[in-house]
């Protein structure tokens, strides 16, 4: 058997969100017992359960999946309102001011833009289960606007992101900075190849950023109209339109505030910051505030923070201001919802993998007055608040340099070595390196954390 549903009551631009990490929420009861589990495939990737985690589970004939933070990395977002067991998403391209008002219920509440998502009775109510919600697999292509396929044999959920309508895709001109081949120039010569998906090549290449191919290697997309036409299967075309959806939100070029033109695919790690200490913290108290009127407790930030990231950025010539929206951004505001508790100091998720560490991992050289493990907790421990920002600022140094630390730092970053120095030297590049997919993680650093910034 296989059920397919393609539903797009919400509006299209729903169809361009991707199903990010879990989303941990309140207590409701949830149901006795499932029939079995399922596995879950996002856009040809295999969704990886932590042990011990509440995986997808089929219940009187319904698939529940965990309800997800939606495309974090385009900036969507998504809380829990305990009082009034409401779930509130919220798309970047979303317009709504404010939150349906609601009375006591038991039942859970999506709410996506301000619109309340109807669960009938055939739906069967979400629950949670081990901290997650798990909501109907239909409530997921209706909410979402997502194809979601359930292949009966292998008890898997593959959901995918599509366009609501069909769109033709503009033929694009041709780099001219770009070597191109006779295949290149014509390529309705390339076997296998339509004008159509030459077409999406070239848009993507003009993005110039990292992407993942589904053989999980990492290439520029540059680089795309280089490679063998057998590289591109259906598969692979497939995850590359998804890639193209998802990148379609962010623009190539950016203004800053003074009218400075940046191309987003050139804005290096090394570099001055351009936001000041007082613009950082205006930003950030704004976001907190946000955070309280969704009902959410604030956890307080540590003193300084943006003075510590411009600080000690400049010490390593590193872009300080854009360093603390990556911290924003991995963070959450300093507001620490996932795995990563906030008395470790660690603003860059080093060392969180996704499974608890034994608490007898190798520092890798990196002083162990400063640095710890202990078993159980999700990834490294630092002394200080200052100690922890150093350790980012060093690991966004190995990645975008060969060269040593500075004459006089002490290494803090236990996996400083670990990363093969120089591999990203902008922002960009760390896409589907330091995040993974992560296909837009640098575009949401620089235009949904560091932006907004500069226009305090």
């Given at each position: 058997?296989?059920?397919?549903?393609?539903?797009?009551?919400?509006?299209?631009?729903?169809?361009?969100?991707?199903?990010?990490?879990?989303?941990?929420?309140?207590?409701?009861?949830?149901?006795?017992?499932?029939?079995?589990?399922?596995?879950?495939?996002?856009?040809?990737?295999?969704?990886?359960?932590?042990?011990?985690?509440?995986?997808?589970?089929?219940?009187?004939?319904?698939?529940?999946?965990?309800?997800?933070?939606?495309?974090?990395?385009?900036?969507?977002?998504?809380?829990?309102?305990?009082?009034?067991?409401?779930?509130?998403?919220?798309?970047?391209?979303?317009?709504?001011?404010?939150?349906?008002?609601?009375?006591?219920?038991?039942?859970?509440?999506?709410?996506?833009?301000?619109?309340?998502?109807?669960?009938?009775?055939?739906?069967?109510?979400?629950?949670?289960?081990?901290?997650?919600?798990?909501?109907?697999?239909?409530?997921?292509?209706?909410?979402?606007?997502?194809?979601?396929?359930?292949?009966?044999?292998?008890?898997?959920?593959?959901?995918?992101?599509?366009?609501?309508?069909?769109?033709?895709?503009?033929?694009?001109?041709?780099?001219?900075?770009?070597?191109?081949?006779?295949?290149?120039?014509?390529?309705?010569?390339?076997?296998?190849?339509?004008?159509?998906?030459?077409?999406?090549?070239?848009?993507?290449?003009a993005h110039k950023t990292n992407l993942r191919l589904i053989d999980k290697s990492i290439i520029n997309s540059e680089d795309l109209l280089t490679l063998d036409a057998g590289v591109?299967?259906?598969?692979?075309?497939?995850?590359?339109?998804?890639?193209?959806?998802?990148?379609?939100?962010?623009?190539?070029?950016?203004?800053?505030?003074?009218?400075?033109?940046?191309?987003?695919?050139?804005?290096?790690?090394?570099?001055?910051?351009?936001?000041?200490?007082?613009?950082?913290?205006?930003?950030?108290?704004?976001?907190?505030?946000?955070?309280?009127?969704?009902?959410?407790?604030?956890?307080?930030?540590?003193?300084?923070?943006?003075?510590?990231?411009?600080?000690?950025?400049?010490?390593?010539?590193?872009?300080?201001?854009?360093?603390?929206?990556?911290?924003?951004?991995?963070?959450?505001?300093?507001?620490?919802?996932?795995?990563?508790?906030?008395?470790?100091?660690?603003?860059?998720?080093?060392?969180?993998?996704?499974?608890?560490?034994?608490?007898?991992?190798?520092?890798?050289?990196?002083?162990?007055?400063?640095?710890?493990?202990?078993?159980?907790?999700?990834?490294?421990?630092?002394?200080?608040?200052?100690?922890?920002?150093?350790?980012?600022?060093?690991?966004?140094?190995?990645?975008?340099?060969?060269?040593?630390?500075?004459?006089?730092?002490?290494?803090?970053?236990?996996?400083?070595?670990?990363?093969?120095?120089?591999?990203?030297?902008?922002?960009?590049?760390?896409?589907?390196?330091?995040?993974?997919?992560?296909?837009?993680?640098?575009?949401?650093?620089?235009?949904?954390?560091?932006?907004?910034?500069?226009?305090?």
């Amino acid at each position: 058997m296989r059920e397919i549903l393609y539903l797009h009551r919400i509006k299209k631009t729903l169809a361009l969100l991707l199903c990010g990490s879990f989303l941990a929420i309140g207590s409701i009861a949830s149901p006795a017992s499932a029939d079995y589990q399922a596995n879950i495939v996002v856009n040809n990737t295999p969704v990886v359960i932590p042990a011990g985690d509440q995986p997808a589970v089929i219940i009187n004939n319904r698939t529940f999946v965990p309800l997800r933070i939606i495309s974090e990395n385009l900036g969507a977002n998504v809380n829990w309102l305990n009082e009034s067991k409401q779930v509130i998403i919220t798309t970047p391209q979303g317009t709504a001011t404010t939150i349906p008002q609601r009375g006591k219920a038991s039942d859970v509440q999506i709410v996506v833009d301000g619109e309340v998502i109807p669960v009938s009775p055939g739906d069967g109510q979400p629950f949670i289960a081990k901290g997650r919600t798990m909501v109907p697999l239909r409530l997921v292509g209706e909410a979402l606007g997502c194809y979601v396929e359930w292949q009966q044999a292998t008890r898997t959920v593959n959901i995918t992101s599509q366009l609501a309508e069909p769109e033709v895709e503009p033929e694009l001109p041709q780099e001219p900075t770009i070597p191109e081949t006779p295949e290149q120039q014509n390529p309705e010569s390339v076997p296998g190849l339509s004008s159509s998906d030459m077409a999406l090549l070239k848009e993507l290449a003009a993005h110039k950023t990292n992407l993942r191919l589904i053989d999980k290697s990492i290439i520029n997309s540059e680089d795309l109209l280089t490679l063998d036409a057998g590289v591109f299967t259906p598969e692979q075309m497939a995850l590359l339109k998804t890639y193209r959806d998802q990148l379609s939100k962010y623009p190539d070029q950016i203004t800053l505030p003074d009218g400075t033109v940046i191309n987003m695919a050139e804005l290096s790690i090394f570099g001055d910051s351009v936001a000041t200490v007082e613009q950082l913290e205006a930003w950030l108290k704004d976001k907190l505030r946000n955070e309280e009127r969704l009902g959410r407790q604030v956890i307080p930030v540590p003193d300084n923070i943006a003075e510590l990231y411009l600080r000690i950025g400049a010490e390593y010539g590193i872009r300080g201001d854009l360093a603390f929206a990556q911290a924003a951004k991995e963070t959450r505001y300093w507001q620490f919802t996932g795995d990563v508790q906030p008395w470790q100091n660690n603003y860059c998720g080093l060392w969180a993998t996704g499974s608890p560490l034994t608490g007898k991992e190798s520092h890798n050289g990196a002083d162990p007055s400063l640095v710890r493990f202990e078993e159980g907790v999700h990834g490294a421990i630092f002394a200080t608040p200052e100690v922890g920002v150093e350790a980012h600022i060093q690991h966004l140094y190995a990645y975008a340099t060969k060269k040593s630390l500075p004459k006089g730092k002490v290494l803090v970053d236990p996996r400083f070595s670990l990363v093969t120095p120089g591999i990203a030297p902008t922002w960009l590049k760390l896409n589907a390196r330091w995040a993974v997919p992560g296909t837009t993680y640098g575009q949401s650093i620089i235009y949904d954390y560091w932006l907004p910034a500069l226009q305090k």
